[in-house]
Nanobody, 126 residues
Framework: QVQLVESGGGSVQAGGSLRLSCVAS????????MSWFRQSPGKGREAVAA??????TSYVESVKGRFTISQDNAKNLYLQMNSLKPEDTAVYYC?????????????????????WGQGTQVTVSS
């Protein structure tokens, strides 16, 4: 059974940094796409960043240059968030593809065919 558990959320002031972690267990795909999404009150789920099993990364425009997605050999996922802005406030979710696949260009941003974590809250104050 696949389980994804996020941690590292919290409250910071604008301009600050946070590092989110996602511990994956039972995840055995060798070709995969893992990603971060976020959802703020009154808004739909928004793609943030993705990383393929070969290390290829993708970012949405609003976080380029500020956020860095990475993974380790155990398929744990990380999101380093720098220069945080109030509009980054959201619940952040870890996602992992539920089949052997790449991130498929922009397909990953649709948020389909994934396992999901429970989310971790990030609050950025001005």
């Amino acid at each position: 059974q696949v389980q994804l558990v996020e941690s590292g959320g919290g409250s910071v002031q604008a301009g600050g940094s946070l590092r989110l972690s996602c511990v994956a267990s039972g995840y055995t795909y060798s070709t995969y796409c893992m990603s971060w999404f976020r959802q703020s009150p009154g808004k739909g789920r928004e793609a943030v960043a993705a990383i393929e099993s070969d290390g290829t990364t993708s970012y949405v425009e609003s976080v380029k240059g500020r956020f860095t997605i990475s993974q380790d050999n155990a398929k744990n996922l990380y999101l380093q968030m720098n220069s945080l802005k109030p509009e980054d406030t959201a619940v952040y979710y870890c996602a992992a593809s539920n089949r052997d696949t790449t991130c498929g260009g922009g397909y990953w941003a649709r948020g389909k065919n994934n396992y999901w974590g429970q989310g971790t809250q990030v609050t950025v104050s001005s």
